[in-house]
T-cell receptor, first 115, second 114 residues
């Protein structure tokens, strides 16, 4: 257990529905990342927060996706009008400002299945 | 375009043997190279990481070898055990301010036979 938690762990939804995932990072970590991992692939970067500011969004993050980190603590990732291609594992990671801040600790992920 | 190329895709090793996984990169802005281990249904867990000013780093049974001129790095798992059976990912992070996003390889599925 890295100390990063994600909820829910699994989500099954029908195409067209909205879903929201939550990530609670390690408490003193000011940097938070979201990644998406499809079966048999490596994770792909989605977005980065430093404190409450969203500083980078990948081209993978279409306008149906939105992420927030309202008080610089937990973060939410919402997918609107889900599509079957959104089925994946959504991973959250956090890191500290200490040192170079490179070490990222991952949560267990939220596995999304869109029917 | 895969910025971090990882091989082999899968690997079978006998218990006690050495597992070797290789990665190559092109972007010279990368300055941090971690290896992660992932079990089915779990998030990736950091194994070991290296910076390009060091050619080798060892932690227990895990060693990273880094060749800056060739832009290659590899993971060696000594005395491989059945419990090491997992998927291993190499990754790289560019030096670009505070955003240390990771660029990942496609993974290597390791099976260690008892």
């Amino acid at each position: 257990d890295t100390g990063v938690s994600q909820d829910p762990r699994h989500k099954i939804t029908k195409r067209g529905q909205n879903v929201t995932f939550r990530c609670d990072p390690i408490s003193e970590h000011n940097r938070l990342y979201w990644y998406r991992q499809t079966l048999g692939q490596g994770p792909e970067f989605l977005t980065y927060f430093q404190n409450e500011a969203q500083l980078e969004k990948s081209r993978l993050l279409s306008d149906r996706f939105s992420a927030e980190r309202p008080k610089g603590s937990f973060s939410t990732l919402e997918i609107q009008r889900t599509e079957q291609g959104d089925s994946a594992m959504y991973l959250c990671a956090s890191s500290s400002r200490r040192g170079g801040g490179e070490t990222q600790y991952f949560g267990p992920g939220t596995r999304l299945l869109v029917l | 375009q895969q910025q971090v190329k990882q091989s082999p895709q899968s690997l079978i090793v006998q218990k006690g043997g050495i597992s070797i996984i290789n990665c190559a990169y092109e972007n010279t802005a990368f300055d941090y190279f971690p290896w992660y281990q992932q079990f089915p249904g779990k998030g990736p867990a950091l194994l070991i990481a290296i910076r390009p000013d060091v050619s080798e780093k060892k932690e227990g049974r895990f060693t990273i070898s880094f060749n800056k001129s060739a832009k290659q790095f590899s993971l060696h798992i000594m005395d491989s055990q059945p419990g090491d059976s997992a998927t291993y990912f190499c990754a790289a992070s560019p030096h670009a301010g505070n955003n240390r996003k990771l660029i990942w390889g496609l993974g290597t599925s390791l099976a260690v036979n008892p």
